[in-house]
């Protein structure tokens, strides 16, 4: 299993396999003050190889500080399987798309990332900064 994507958006959601994605990609979160709760949300795409189909798989997705250190719970957490639909040709993979609403509490300007976690594991990140508003 791998991670095709994980994208931070202003808005996501999946809807008939389809990801739809409003003011996807950005790396900058810009506020006048800290600490902040910025409103998000995050996409994640991942390929199941066929072994990995007809199992249990958990996943996590956490807001992590440029120091390594979680904040808080996870933003979003759950479990999940991919099934094999009749026909599908043995082998083949089948991605899994999540889509997620989520608050960023952001406490102070700096690095941060966010990890997703399957199984367990650290799969992927996508790191962006938060920045303070410079006042003329």
Known sequence: MHVDFLILSDGAQVASDKLYVLGGGWTIVWAPDFPLTHNAAIAVGMMVDWPETNQKHSIEVALVTGDGQQVGEPLVGGDFEVG??????????????????????????????????VDGTDVTSASFQAMKVVKP
Request: aromatic letters at 6%; a positive charge; hydrophobic letters at 45%.
């Open 84 to 117: 094999r639909p009749p026909g599908m040709p043995p082998g083949a993979a089948q991605r899994f798309m999540l889509a997620a609403a989520v608050a960023l509490n952001l406490d102070k300007p700096g690095p941060y990332e966010i990890v997703v976690r």
